[in-house]
C-alpha cells in the first residue's frame, strides 16, 4: 500500500517536470519563431511619443530585446 502511494507521487512528481520542461522547449520555439514586438511595432511606438526614430535606434532596441529572450 505504501510502495503504491509513493509509485503515485513520483509518476506525478516526473510528469510535472517534464510536463514543464517540454512546454518551455515548446514557447521558446514559438517565441523565436513569433516574436511579440517586431520593427514595425518599434517603429510605431517611438512615433507615437514623437520621435522619428533611424534604423541605428530601431536595431539597437532590437538588440536589447533578443537578451531578454
Do not use: T
Not at 515548446?26 to 522619428?52: D, S, W
Not at 541605428?56 to 532590437?62: F, T, W
Amino acid at each position: 500500500m505504501l510502495l503504491d502511494i509513493v509509485q503515485v507521487l513520483g509518476g506525478l512528481i516526473i510528469g510535472l517536470v517534464v510536463g514543464f520542461l517540454l512546454a518551455r522547449k515548446f514557447m521558446m520555439k514559438y517565441l523565436k519563431k513569433n516574436p511579440p514586438i517586431n520593427e514595425e511595432m518599434i517603429k510605431a511606438l517611438m512615433m507615437q511619443m514623437g520621435r522619428k526614430p533611424n534604423q541605428k535606434q530601431i536595431n539597437q532596441m532590437m538588440k536589447s530585446m533578443q537578451k531578454y529572450m
